[in-house]
């Protein structure tokens, strides 16, 4: 049995003073034995937040990190940056990421075998357009970004590897994805984890779902048999993350 994962991708919200206001009033809202939890916060918070969740059962993630070591590449966060300070998770390849900031396929495998080799965790965000939906090429669309993320990533990496399946038309709509075109699709990326490596990575890999997951929603989609948790924007800046970290 798979252990859920649901983490808060809190994007460009909250200043550090807030992030730590904001993880004490979650803290006692998202104990949960049965899952782990994750706060994916600004990268200038990652400090202060690690501090708060000390002694909980939270873990604190980047939401982007650079694919090489050091140098002459201004703006960006190095692995090792990361790491230092106790960050366990990386989201790579948010849609958002590769609308505004130009990440391909290519630049999120560089990614994730970056952040593997420094031990931490990538979230791999997938998923298709409205418009591709439409054309009905959704499950041609994300294997292909799949296939290309786990380029080269070894057979124990990728079993320690989380996807998320971030459909772009429910992300920020209010539009969630139903429970079925959601599982079609997690169920669809674990297949293709299998044909990539075998049936053991297959089982072990954890696939969230994300788009507009609210309270309301969280119960079905997360009892889905290929559907690991969730990754969470705007519903995990509100005390309803609690009820979503604890969906049962
Ligand atoms: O992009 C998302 C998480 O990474 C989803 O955002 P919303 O939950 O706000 O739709």
């Known amino acids: 049995m798979r252990r859920k994962i649901i983490a808060g991708n809190w994007k460009m919200n909250k200043t550090p003073s807030e992030a730590v206001a904001l993880i004490n009033e979650l803290k006692p809202l998202v104990a949960s034995n049965d899952a782990d939890v994750v706060f994916c916060v600004p990268a200038i918070s990652l400090i202060p937040a690690i501090e708060a969740v000390k002694g909980t059962n939270i873990e604190i993630g980047a939401q982007n990190m650079y694919f090489e070591e050091s140098g002459a590449y201004t703006g960006e966060i190095a692995p090792n940056m990361l790491t230092e300070v106790g960050v366990k998770y990386v989201i790579i390849g948010h849609s958002e990421r590769r609308e505004y900031f130009n990440e391909t396929d290519e630049t999120v495998n560089k990614k994730v075998l970056k952040a593997f ?132």
Not at 163 to 173: D, V
Not at 215 to 228: H, K, R, V
């Open 117 to 248: 080799e420094h031990g931490l965790t990538p979230i791999i965000c997938c998923g298709e357009s409205l418009q591709q939906r439409e054309q009905g090429v959704t499950i041609d669309f994300v294997r292909q970004q799949i296939k290309i993320a786990f380029l080269n990533v070894s057979k124990e990496d990728a079993k320690k590897a989380v996807i998320a399946y971030e459909p772009i038309w429910a992300i920020g709509t209010g539009k969630v994805a139903t429970s079925q075109q959601a599982e079609e699709v997690c169920k669809a990326i674990r297949q293709c984890i299998a044909e990539i490596y075998d049936n053991e990575v297959a089982e072990a890999i954890r696939i969230q779902y994300g788009g507009s997951v609210t309270a309301a929603s969280a119960n079905e989609l997360f009892s889905q048999p290929n559907i690991d948790g969730g990754l969470v924007g705007g519903a995990s800046l509100k005390a309803d993350f609690g009820k979503i970290v604890n969906y049962k």
